[in-house]
């Protein structure tokens, strides 16, 4: 399982990404107005508390697949999206030391299942998911398995009925079936089955910074700071949580999840590229500009 690690003193990088683009006065995101103009997003989840709780202007709440697409098409400025979004559209900006992350059991992505996982005859997909669906892909052709997938709607109900169906589930959704169903199905964590195949971390999200927004720098040590305040008084972040009991919050934060991005968790993600691309997810000829630790370097501020 993942270690409580002491909170660190994080680094202080600024580190050069390409030229920048010629932006129209509509597009710029002065640092003089940083407050009142960034438009920024999260995931809805119990896992993203600690990265956004005290934000003070406005923020976009949603599934991971939404923000994906919000930010892509310019209508967020800054997103905790998933990190497959980075990998398959790698025009961004990582905001360095910070992720949602694993180093064993994760709790909240999972495939729930009856039986033997490779006597299920599908797996149906949450369709909110992103990063998390080739984390499955990958896993299943380390296991040598060939299940087939399927989209279900995202209101659908798992029935706890006994099926050869098996479903992903991420998030609180998963985190409320595993509590509700314990005793009917099996499950799956995706996270412990990354650490026992590939014995690094897996970072599922990352703060992307889109490449118009100016001053990167200044955004990401304010969301480092944000973090790093919240980690720090994360018995009152618990107590203030209203969905789910302190008990179980407090073996997630301390035991499932990590919020860096440190050496390891970026090994993690360098991982999760190669198999990727071996599964031809991705595209074979990198981020543009170098090799992947380079590129990856390059690409956080």
């Excluded at 399982?1 to 995101?29: F, H, T, Y």
């Amino acid at each position: 399982m993942a270690q409580n690690r002491p909170k660190r003193n994080w680094p202080a990088r600024n580190v050069v990404g390409r030229d920048k683009p010629v932006l129209s006065e509509a597009e710029r995101v002065e640092p003089t107005n940083i407050h009142q103009s960034l438009r920024i997003g999260c995931v809805k989840y119990l896992n993203a508390r600690p990265l956004i709780h005290g934000w003070t202007g406005e923020v976009t709440l949603d599934h991971p697949a939404a923000l994906c697409a919000q930010l892509a098409r310019r209508d967020l400025d800054v997103a905790l999206v998933s990190s497959f979004e980075f990998l398959r559209n790698p025009i961004y900006r990582i905001v360095d030391d910070i992720s949602i992350s694993s180093a064993g059991p994760v709790y909240s992505v999972i495939v729930a299942y009856q039986g033997e996982i490779s006597e299920a005859d599908k797996i149906e997909l949450d369709p909110a998911a992103e990063t998390s669906v080739n984390l499955l892909r990958c896993l299943l052709s380390e296991s040598q398995l060939n299940l087939r997938f399927t989209r279900t709607s995202a209101s659908s109900n798992a029935s706890p009925a006994r099926t050869r169906h098996a479903r992903l589930l991420i998030g609180d959704q998963a985190i409320r079936f595993r509590q509700e169903h314990a005793q009917e199905f099996r499950f799956w964590d995706l996270g412990e089955q990354w650490a026992r195949v590939v014995g690094f971390p897996f970072v599922y999200a990352l703060w992307l910074i889109r490449p118009e927004v100016i001053d990167a720098k200044t955004i990401a040590d304010r969301l480092r700071a944000l973090r790093d305040k919240n980690l720090a008084n994360i018995d009152k972040l618990i107590a203030e949580e209203k969905d789910f009991n302190r008990e179980f919050c407090v073996g997630y934060y301390r035991e499932n999840l990590r919020f860096d991005f440190g050496k390891e968790e970026k090994q993690g993600l360098t991982e999760f590229h190669k198999r990727c691309v071996k599964l031809r997810l991705l595209p074979r000829d990198g981020l543009g500009f170098g090799t992947w630790e380079l590129e990856l370097a390059r690409r956080c501020v």
